[in-house]
């Protein structure tokens, strides 16, 4: 049966089928980065496993479960249902705006009985699905139609609110930047990019006087770390140190002095990558990197392969996520960018992030094993 692509449909992927069609190569390097995160945790605990270690171990074996259970299910399946996932993340952010519990002076995340929930981070997957139902099958006629934008633009502008009312600068840039990787894949003219990105310059004035006082004071801290050393600047000034003293080859593992002497804070999430680079110098850090850029080249290389547009759209936008997520973290301590608290992906410590960042490569991972698979514009269809 030739589908508008000129493929054919092949017969439904048995469970083993599945299995061997997984890129375990992608998956090794995925554990290979978590362990180094287990590993940086247990040296901030000071050789305990009985804190962070172990409740970011529990987390990682419901990812694994997550992950697993999501690249051997039919990528239909995601198709099928991202917009009730979109809805769901969506209903979950208005939870957080009403009843959503406060920690370090933010609104994030909803407690479910023992488990503390943070519904932006599910967002980042169930807004790339939504996206990439909404363009698939699209024309580039329609594409390029301002009225066809319109949908899919309020699909990015309604999480970006509720999550800057968190408040929640860096999963609100996060959010955005996937969308419009997103568009950018779908085919949307990079002109358009360039007006929008003309028109968040002239914004740029306004937008200022909504910012919180720690916001302003974190852009006052990236020009100019040393005019408030003890207080806004404190941080970005500890990671620099840190960063230095590490050397070419580090001080040595749970040898860190910054980290362990306390003088680095946020040293288990935002900041994990100093402590991780104060220990194990210039070399460890690019050993790292070097992980990183295995992991988001063969997401690329995967993406390019899928032949049906919501497959190629979800793994690229995953991927593209990955990196972005990667970039503003290193960047961030490096004092490249402003500290906008985006913590370093599958190494930091926390719950739902490290779900939904293996969800995600889930996702990629069933998109590329059911590559040839045909995936209609209408759910309904009798090849669904």
Known sequence: MSTRDGLRRPIALSFRQRLVAVNWGLVVVLFATVG???????????????????????????????????????????YRYAYSMYALALALLVVVEVAGRVGMGAQRWITVGTLNLQPSELMKIALLLALAKYFHGRSMEEVG????????????????????????????????????????????????FLIAGGAILVALPFAWQFLHDYQKNRI?????????????????????????????????????????????????????FTVYAEEFGLIGGLFLLFLYFVIVGNGTVMALRINAQFGRLVAIGVTATFFIYL????????????????????????????????????????????????IPRRPDSPDF
Do not use: C
């Open 36 to 78: 180094i995160g287990f590993a940086m945790l247990y040296s901030i605990s000071r050789g305990s496993t009985d804190t962070l270690v172990m409740k970011q171990m529990v987390r990682f074996a419901i990812g694994v479960g997550v992950l697993f259970a999501i690249a051997l299910t039919d990528i239909r399946f995601f």
């Open 145 to 192: 139609q301002l009225r066809w934008l319109l949908t899919p633009l309020l699909l990015i502008a309604a999480p970006v609110a509720l999550v800057l009312r968190q408040p929640d600068l860096g999963t609100a840039t996060l959010l955005v930047m996937g969308g419009a990787v997103i568009f950018f894949m779908a085919g949307v003219r990079v002109w358009k």
């Open 327 to 374: 970039f503003i973290n290193t960047a961030m301590v490096m004092g490249l960018i402003p500290i906008v608290g985006v913590p370093l992906p599958l190494v930091s410590y926390g719950g739902t992030a490290m779900v939904s960042i293996l969800a995600g490569f889930g996702i990629l991972i069933s998109a590329h094993t059911h590559r040839d698979v045909r």
């Open 220 to 272: 006052y801290t990236f020009f100019d770390p040393e005019r408030d050393p003890l207080g806004a600047g404190y941080h970005i000034i500890q990671s620099k140190i840190a960063l230095g003293s590490g050397g070419m080859f580090g001080k040595g593992f749970m040898q860190g002095t910054q980290s362990h002497l306390n003088f680095l804070p946020e040293k288990q999430t935002d900041f994990i």
